[in-house]
């Protein structure tokens, strides 16, 4: 069974920066492609960013480019997103999962294409 868990989540100011981490357990993380997601009250999850299995293909959504960065280190079983230069309109519990797919140089932004989940953090940018 994997499972997937999330930290780094908090309390932020406007401008400032966190690093989530997503460990993976049960299973190499190098066997999936991972995505990061977010929700909002009120608002369906989206995909933020996701990583392919080798890390060299990486997607970021319009709204985050240039801001965050996703990361993994398969000896470590970890995949990272560092998140920079946070708005208010960053907060939202974040969830990291993991994607089954046979390439290793692919990631999906269909979330259905996910199947094993984190329980999520929080991240909540406010002054």
């Known amino acids: 069974q994997v499972q997937l868990v999330e930290s780094g989540g908090g309390l932020v100011q406007p401008g400032g920066s966190l690093r989530l981490s997503c460990a993976v357990s049960g299973s190499s993380s190098a066997s999936y492609a991972i995505g990061w997601f977010r929700q909002a009250p009120g608002k369906e999850r989206e995909v933020v960013s996701c990583?392919?299995?080798?890390?060299?293909?990486?997607y970021h959504r319009e709204f985050v480019k240039g801001r965050f960065t996703i990361s993994r280190d398969n000896a470590k079983n970890t995949v990272y997103l560092q998140m920079n230069s946070l708005k208010p309109e960053d907060t939202a519990v974040y969830y990291c999962?993991?994607?089954?797919?046979?390439?290793?140089?692919?990631?999906?932004?269909?979330?259905?294409?996910?199947?094993?989940w984190g329980q999520g953090t929080q991240v909540t940018v406010s002054s």
């Open positions: 999962a993991t994607d089954n797919t046979p390439s290793p140089y692919y990631c999906s932004v269909s979330r259905g294409r996910y199947d094993y």
């Open positions: 990583i392919s299995r080798n890390g060299v293909v990486t």
